[in-house]
């Protein structure tokens, strides 16, 4: 199974030193920052693997990575604007 990577350097190529800055400056993005990355790794791994996993459970994972992902967006936004 071809599996799509969404690393947040690879969502957001144009955030690289925010993100660099935020995760050492944010105790908060830090957490989203692993959190989402533990998640995506989960679920990369069990898509990779084809592990015979709910549709319920994977959904909710992704629905999950996409909340940090928002919080994360709006928190470099916020950053880069100096806010």
């Avoid at 190529?13 to 908060?28: F, G, M, N, R």
């Avoid at 998640?39 to 990575?65: A, G, S, W």
Wanted: charge should be negative; proline fraction near 2%.
């Amino acid at each position: 199974m071809q599996v799509e990577h969404h690393d947040l350097h690879h969502e957001f190529p144009e955030y690289l030193d925010y993100i660099h800055s935020l995760k050492t400056a944010s105790e908060q993005f830090g957490h989203m920052y692993d959190e989402y990355h533990q998640l995506t790794r989960e679920v990369e791994r069990l898509e990779e693997e084809d592990l015979p996993v709910d549709d319920f459970t994977i959904e909710n994972m992704k629905k999950q990575r996409v909340w940090l992902k928002d919080q994360m967006y709006r928190m470099l936004v916020a950053h880069k604007k100096g806010v």
